[in-house]
């Protein structure tokens, strides 16, 4: 198999999630590639645009779902231009999934804090899904949520059905309210909400993803409440060409986002030489 080949899929269904950002349904147009096709939350795909070029994107998607799957896109530069311009039938190549997710077996049987900014939900939201489907495999569930404004919130439709899973909780906060826009949660930095959160350093894991400004902080405001560096997990972005570690593109130090992580425990980011804290 060439790994370098993408594989193509159609756009099945496209969402409007904000001004910005859209979600993209997509399935394989091979029956065999769809029918194999397996990811693990926070794992992410390669998707080109022929003739524009490709980008590493999260898959978004329920990993239990079979046939389809999801990407939540911000418009940034050429490529995300270039998949906004894609209507639903259109077609794109897909390599991957790649890299290591969430550390989901050694969350199991503990209390999970989810700590997300802005987009950074994206690559969450199959934890999300997985540990409601999965509930009886771990402990509280606690999602904290910030972004900009209430309009920049993504997957908003969803947060009722989070709410009513067992023993779940979903914090929200926004850094500000547009004059008329009703909002009853907080308003601050996402670091704000550890004030209410009720998950303990006891028995947890929390995974973070977000700016990387955001993580700085959520890692300062969790070790000063005594989490362990091991029990941090962060999602990292670097600029990526081949996606399967033979390029260096992505490389920090000795690790390579593509194929080491992007999620990495505290532990090993820390002494990278892109120390983000
Ligand atoms: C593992 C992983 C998962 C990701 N998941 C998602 C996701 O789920 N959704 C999502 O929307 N995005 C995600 N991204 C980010 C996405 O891959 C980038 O935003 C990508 O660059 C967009 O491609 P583009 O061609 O549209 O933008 P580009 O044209 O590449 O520009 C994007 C931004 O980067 C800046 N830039 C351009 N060149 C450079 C350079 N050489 N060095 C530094 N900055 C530069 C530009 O000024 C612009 O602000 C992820 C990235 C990684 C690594
Ligand atoms: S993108 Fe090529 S080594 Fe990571």
């Known amino acids: 198999m060439n790994i370098y080949r993408p594989s193509l899929a159609v756009i099945e269904k496209i969402n409007q999630e904000t001004r910005d950002t ?17 990811f693990n939350p926070g794992q992410f795909n390669m998707i080109s645009i022929f003739g ?18 999801e990407h939540t896109i911000r418009m940034v530069g050429s490529v995300t231009n270039a998949i906004f311009k894609l209507r639903e039938g259109d077609i794109v190549g897909v390599r991957g999934p790649f890299g290591k997710g969430w550390p989901l077996d050694e969350a ?33 569930v606690e999602v904290l949520y910030g972004a900009r404004t209430p309009g920049d919130l ?27 826009v009703k909002w009853d949660h907080r308003v601050g930095v996402v670091t704000k909400l550890f004030e209410d959160m009720e998950t303990k350093p006891d028995n947890s894991i929390v995974l973070v993803c977000g700016p990387e400004i955001m993580m700085k902080f959520a890692v300062k405001g ?7 560096k091991r029990q941090i997990y962060l999602s990292m972005e670097r600029r990526m060409k081949c996606g399967v570690g033979k390029c260096g593109h992505c490389q920090i130090g000795s690790k390579y986002v593509c194929k080491d992580g992007p999620v990495f425990s505290y532990d090993e980011v820390e002494p990278l030489p892109d120390k983000i804290v």
Do not use: C
């Open 222 to 228: 969790l070790l000063e409440r005594g989490f362990s």
């Open 154 to 180: 993504l997957y908003v439709d969803e947060y009722d059905q989070w709410k009513q899973a067992k023993n779940f909780r979903l914090l929200l906060t926004v850094d500000a309210v547009p004059k008329g």
């Open 22 to 38: 859209r979600t993209f349904t997509l399935r394989f147009l091979d029956d065999d590639i769809r029918e194999k096709y397996k």
């Open 108 to 140: 199991k049987g503990k209390d999970l804090l989810i700590v997300a900014g802005g987009i950074g939900i994206a690559p969450l939201r199959p934890v999300i899904y997985y540990t409601i489907k999965h509930r009886d495999e771990f402990n509280k």
């Open 52 to 69: 524009v070029g490709e980008a590493p994107f999260s898959i978004t998607s329920d990993p239990d779902a079979k046939g389809i799957f």
